[in-house]
């Protein structure tokens, strides 16, 4: 009697026990599909929106959540490397990509006055290897008369030491009569740090030792040594509009150069923008009868290839 008792009441704990249903259709073809994506933000949500309706299966929707991340961190991994392999197998003259910019103006009235600004930028990122290249020149005529005529070109190699620390070369020209020098050559090695590198900010500085080879128009020819510091920033403001900062400081005993690049941009159509920037220039101890203080405001086109 007492053993049928008890299996009697063994019987009847088992019924009242429910028994946990898996995870309903739906809720687990909805987390399949965002899984299928490989986009984690997505995944994420999908997998926080299905453990508020379904708290009861939290444990199987966070198993299937590990077993996507441990892929996804697989499949993350091997892309990375076969970029790796794609950028280390490149060829010199491959990878390269840049911007062309040019911008015009005319006016009448108390004086006529035309002018345009034209530019390049080249770069090309390696595995190690950072690649700058830039042109820029100014010209323009008041009243018949040249009053600008400026032009710069630079190459700025870096190479990676870490995910912070670089080290970096720098070659420029310059040409500006109306600062009272033919051209002015400098060199420069040093090192840089990258605060932020990231899509939305970029933001580095750099620092060294530079060379100064300069022709003056009425004065002779000087070799000067100084110290560069300089910084580059890229702010990604919006989807369309971005703002970009470049600023330099050749500091010597006689004559300190300090330039200041500050530009806005903002999309058009693919590939095409248009940039407001404003360039400030100042020597310190520049010639007679050249201004200390040179700035230019352009308005131009950009497209990017």
């Known amino acids: 009697m007492f053993a049928r008792t008890a299996v009697l009441f063994c019987v009847l704990a088992g019924a009242a026990t429910p028994v946990r249903a898996e995870l309903p259709g739906p809720v687990r073809a909805m987390l399949e599909a965002a899984m299928q994506t490989d986009d984690a933000k997505s995944v994420d949500a999908v997998v926080k929106a299905a453990k508020a309706t379904q708290p ?15 892929t996804h961190k697989l499949v993350v991994a091997e892309k990375a490397e076969n970029e790796r392999e794609r950028v280390l197998a490149a060829k010199p003259l491959q990878l390269w990509k840049g911007e062309g910019e040019i911008g015009a103006f005319n006016s009448t009235g108390n004086t006529t006055s035309a002018g345009v600004s034209v530019g390049l930028k ?7 290897w950072q690649h700058k290249l830039q042109f820029t020149a100014d010209y323009q005529k ?16 870096r190479y990676t030491l870490s995910d912070r620390f670089y080290a970096y070369g720098l070659g420029q020209y310059e040409n500006d009569r109306f600062q009272g020098y ?13 605060v932020s590198n990231t899509d939305a900010l970029k933001l580095s500085f750099e620092g060294g030792p530079a060379l100064r080879f300069t022709d003056y128009i009425d004065e002779p020819q000087a070799t000067t040594i100084s110290a560069l510091g300089s910084l580059d920033l890229a702010w990604k403001a919006t989807r369309r509009v971005s703002v970009t900062q470049q600023a330099s400081a050749y500091l010597e005993s006689d004559n300190s150069t300090f330039t200041s690049t500050t530009a806005v941009e903002a999309g058009m159509l693919k590939g095409l923008k248009v940039r407001l920037s404003y360039r400030y220039e100042h020597d310190t101890d520049p010639p007679d009868g050249s201004r200390r203080t040179d700035t230019l405001s352009r308005f131009t086109f950009v497209y990017g290839f």
């Open 122 to 128: 080249l770069e090309r990122d390696g595995v190690y």
């Open 56 to 70: 009861q299966d939290s444990a199987e929707i966070d198993a299937m959540k590990q077993k996507f991340d441990d």
């Open 182 to 194: 033919h051209s002015r050559y400098s060199l420069s090695p040093g090192f840089g740090y990258r």
């Open 142 to 157: 008041t009243s018949g008369v040249v009053s600008r005529e400026q032009y710069l070109a630079s190459y700025n190699p």
